[in-house]
């Protein structure tokens, strides 16, 4: 049993010194189990006790009345309780939210209820019981309760407890425990229904509530308020807590492996990972032994931990962030509490809190005011891949450099070695600065890399308003060719007798000239001035052996080099084969010996 399976999967654990601070903010929330706020413009934190009690802290202090007591319910006993709280888009008008407990017979309750006339007191009857759950055991019961980006309501259930499932409720599709349920309850308040895009919706043996399988206990999940992710921390059987990410572009229907799996080892011998969905990252017990999820930092207060995953263990009391780099998640010790950790919170600012059942309190958590980097952030402008390129735009990817969403970009050339407070140095100098931006929560600041640095690494560090960033060694590389493209994809081509883009609409003809626009292909004759445009007479012709293929035929260049009147962009000018196949075809571009990623371009 829990025999390793071989996957293919990279997570790098590191530990640095401690990162953030926390400060205590309420007292006496006896067995607090979630935090929230009402996302009503009013500032409230709602503090959820297991017993039944639910507290408001307002600008600081505790109102002295309990926002609602449902006592008479439910009682605290192991992980029975009230355990969840969710406020729907636009409290502010329905005056609708909605708790999940646990009932005197120890089953799960999913409750409607409503506020009175004063804003700090719900009508305790006024409770409407939407969906409940049948529980065969007293742990394992889930509990937390969110509205997802789409405006439904997301329920974590547990697989009904005792010890490794013996029910199999993880797997069982007619079974509401073990999943993530994903439930309309706002379209026609007081009751429930399906939506019609669940990904179960009219299979036969399948429970249409269902989102997700395959879990053991999530103890917090949250929605990425930048990204839209979602992010479920799942509590493991003896060995293994996990902590999985949904892509907000899934459509649901995920298996996360309980349980066959325990993490990403086999929890029943001879484990078939094939079909599911493997955690993207894990860790084992002791002295850790239970995770407790938190939320992807999105707040202003603590730049540098922005896009981190903040998340706990309630044993161990140490709190984590957790960040895809490149291909690989890497894990950060960010502090060792000592807490028994049972939640995190977030404010409508989007700033983080922590709840310690030790001694019944919140506490706020505060991060560095530094930017954050990463090796792997550092990337060529075009292709994204990883390393720098003398005379190439690139960019760094990084954290705490712009707080509010778009792009702040450079409007006079040269460019200058600051924009909006960002400035960037390599090897102690600073470069010039293309744009700093913020998109979908991604934090980046776009950069030339002079000509002439030597070396097979460069010291790069990102300063803000006199913040600066731990140093990183990046790689620098002669040559990294890569063509810029509109998605990703389709290689930006221009035709040459318009200048118009090439696309489906208006694809390149045989014989045709036209060229691209590329990053990285290194040095050149008549290099211009760092954050100065190329000049066309004398043109900046690219020292390395440029070629171009196109659905794998060579194609004719008549000019590799820096692009005239822009800075650190090169140009490739080229003839389309005389042969090539009508379509979408590859286009890869060549420097010495090294090839760039494949891109797309079509031809008639």
Same mark, same amino acid.
């Given at each position: 049993?829990?025999?390793?399976?071989?996957? +293919?999967?990279?997570?790098?654990?590191?530990?640095?010194?401690?990162?953030?601070?926390?400060?205590?903010?309420?007292?006496?929330?006896?067995?607090?189990?979630?935090?929230?706020?009402?996302?009503?413009?009013?500032?409230?934190?709602?503090?959820?006790?297991?017993?039944?009690?639910?507290?408001?802290?307002?600008?600081?202090?505790?109102?002295?009345?309990?926002?609602?007591?449902?006592?008479?319910?439910?009682?605290?006993?192991?992980?029975?309780?009230?355990?969840?709280?969710?406020?729907?888009?636009?409290?502010?008008?329905?005056?609708?939210?909605?708790?999940?407990?646990?009932?005197?017979?120890?089953?799960?309750?999913?409750?409607?209820?409503?506020?009175?006339?004063?804003?700090?007191?719900?009508?305790?009857?006024?409770?409407?019981?939407?969906?409940?759950?049948?529980?065969?055991?007293?742990?394992?019961?889930?509990?937390?309760?969110?509205?997802?980006?789409?405006?439904?309501?997301?329920?974590?259930?547990?697989?009904?407890?005792?010890?490794?499932?013996?029910?199999?409720?993880?797997?069982?599709?007619?079974?509401?425990?073990?999943?993530?349920?994903?439930?309309?309850?706002?379209?026609?308040?007081?009751?429930?229904?399906?939506?019609?895009?669940?990904?179960?919706?009219?299979?036969?043996?399948?429970?249409?509530?269902?989102?997700?399988?395959?879990?053991?206990?999530?103890?917090?999940?949250?929605?990425?308020?930048?990204?839209?992710?979602?992010?479920?921390?799942?509590?493991?059987?003896?060995?293994?807590?996990?902590?999985?990410?949904?892509?907000?572009?899934?459509?649901?229907?995920?298996?996360?492996?309980?349980?066959?799996?325990?993490?990403?080892?086999?929890?029943?011998?001879?484990?078939?990972?094939?079909?599911?969905?493997?955690?993207?990252?894990?860790?084992?017990?002791?002295?850790?032994?239970?995770? +407790?999820?938190?939320?992807?930092?999105?707040?202003?207060?603590?730049?540098?931990?922005?896009?981190?995953?903040?998340?706990?263990?309630?044993?161990?009391?140490?709190?984590?962030?957790?960040?895809?780099?490149?291909? &690989?998640?890497?894990?950060?010790?960010?502090?060792?509490?000592?807490?028994?950790?049972?939640?995190?919170?977030?404010?409508?600012?989007?700033?983080?809190?922590?709840?310690?059942?030790?001694?019944?309190?919140?506490?706020?958590?505060?991060?560095?005011?530094?930017?954050?980097?990463?090796?792997?952030?550092?990337?060529?402008?075009?292709?994204?891949?990883?390393?720098?390129?003398?005379?190439?735009?690139? +960019?760094?990817?990084?954290?705490?450099?712009?707080?509010?969403?778009?792009?702040?970009?450079?409007?006079?050339?040269?460019?200058?070695?600051?924009?909006?407070?960002?400035?960037?140095?390599?090897?102690?100098?600073?470069?010039?600065?293309?744009?700093?931006?913020?998109?979908?929560?991604?934090?980046?600041? &776009?950069?030339?890399?002079?000509?002439?640095?030597?070396? &097979?690494?460069?010291?790069?560090?990102?300063?803000?308003?006199?913040?600066?960033?731990?140093?990183?060694?990046?790689?620098?590389?002669?040559?990294?060719?890569?063509?810029?493209?509109?998605?990703?994809?389709?290689?930006?081509?221009?035709?040459?007798?318009?200048?118009?883009?090439?696309?489906?609409?208006?694809?390149?003809?045989?014989?045709?000239?036209?060229?691209?626009?590329?990053?990285?292909?290194?040095?050149?004759?008549?290099?211009?001035?760092?954050?100065?445009?190329?000049?066309?007479?004398?043109?900046?012709?690219?020292?390395?052996?440029?070629?171009?293929?196109?659905?794998?035929?060579?194609?004719?260049?008549?000019?590799?080099?820096?692009?005239?009147?822009?800075?650190?962009?090169?140009?490739?000018?080229?003839?389309?084969?005389?042969?090539?196949?009508?379509?979408?075809? +590859?286009?890869?571009?060549?420097?010495?010996?090294?090839?760039?990623?494949?891109?797309?371009?079509?031809?008639?």
């Amino acid at each position: 049993m829990n025999a390793r399976l071989a996957v +293919t999967f990279c997570a790098a654990v590191l530990v640095s010194a401690q990162t953030i601070q926390v400060t205590p903010v309420a007292s006496g929330i006896a067995g607090p189990t979630d935090i929230q706020n009402a996302g009503d413009g009013s500032g409230r934190l709602f503090l959820v006790q297991q017993n039944g009690l639910i507290r408001i802290l307002r600008n600081g202090a505790l109102v002295t009345t309990p926002f609602l007591d449902i006592r008479s319910k439910t009682r605290a006993e192991g992980e029975r309780g009230l355990l969840g709280l969710a406020f729907p888009p636009g409290f502010a008008q329905s005056q609708r939210f909605y708790v999940n407990y646990t009932d005197l017979s120890g089953n799960t309750v999913i409750a409607q209820y409503r506020v009175s006339a004063n804003a700090d007191l719900a009508n305790a009857d006024s409770e409407i019981i939407l969906l409940p759950i049948n529980q065969p055991f007293a742990n394992h019961n889930g509990g937390q309760l969110r509205f997802g980006p789409d405006g439904y309501l997301y329920i974590g259930m547990g697989d009904g407890g005792s010890g490794g499932d013996p029910r199999g409720n993880g797997q069982n599709r007619q079974a509401l425990l073990g999943k993530m349920l994903r439930v309309d309850v706002e379209s026609d308040p007081g009751r429930v229904r399906i939506p019609p895009d669940n990904p179960f919706v009219n299979q036969s043996g399948t429970r249409g509530e269902i989102w997700a399988l395959g879990l053991r206990n999530p103890w917090r999940f949250t929605f990425d308020r930048a990204t839209q992710d979602l992010w479920i921390a799942d509590v493991g059987q003896d060995r293994y807590e996990e902590i999985n990410v949904q892509p907000a572009s899934s459509r649901g229907g995920e298996n996360y492996g309980w349980n066959p799996m325990e993490g990403l080892h086999c929890f029943v011998t001879g484990c078939n990972p094939a079909g599911l969905t493997l955690p993207v990252f894990e860790y084992p017990h002791n002295p850790e032994c239970s995770v +407790t999820g938190g939320f992807v930092y999105r707040g202003r207060g603590s730049p540098g931990l922005r896009g981190l995953y903040l998340y706990g263990d309630l044993c161990s009391g140490k709190i984590w962030g957790l960040e895809r780099q490149g291909s &690989n998640w890497v894990n950060r010790l960010l502090l060792s509490s000592g807490f028994s950790i049972t939640t995190f919170g977030e404010d409508e600012a989007g700033e983080m809190y922590v709840a310690h059942a030790g001694n019944s309190t919140v506490y706020r958590i505060s991060g560095s005011a530094a930017p954050r980097v990463t090796v792997a952030g550092a990337v060529n402008a075009a292709s994204f891949l990883p390393g720098l390129v003398s005379g190439s735009l690139a +960019t760094q990817f990084a954290a705490g450099v712009r707080d509010d969403a778009g792009i702040l970009s450079a409007t006079t050339v040269p460019f200058a070695t600051s924009l909006g407070g960002v400035s960037i140095t390599l090897n102690g100098t600073a470069v010039p600065i293309r744009a700093v931006a913020n998109v979908n929560g991604q934090e980046q600041v &776009n950069f030339q890399v002079p000509f002439g640095l030597t070396g &097979n690494t460069v010291s790069l560090v990102v300063s803000r308003d006199g913040q600066s960033s731990a140093p990183i060694e990046v790689l620098l590389l002669d040559v990294q060719p890569g063509v810029y493209t509109t998605d990703g994809t389709q290689a930006i081509v221009v035709h040459n007798t318009d200048f118009t883009l090439a696309t489906a609409a208006r694809p390149l003809d045989r014989n045709e000239y036209a060229f691209a626009y590329a990053a990285g292909l290194g040095r050149v004759s008549n290099p211009p001035a760092a954050g100065n445009a190329a000049l066309a007479l004398p043109l900046s012709s690219a020292l390395a052996d440029v070629r171009v293929t196109i659905a794998g035929q060579p194609a004719e260049v008549q000019f590799a080099g820096l692009a005239p009147g822009f800075v650190g962009v090169y140009q490739v000018n080229f003839r389309v084969p005389a042969n090539v196949p009508s379509g979408s075809q +590859t286009l890869v571009l060549s420097a010495g010996a090294v090839s760039g990623p494949e891109t797309r371009v079509a031809i008639r």
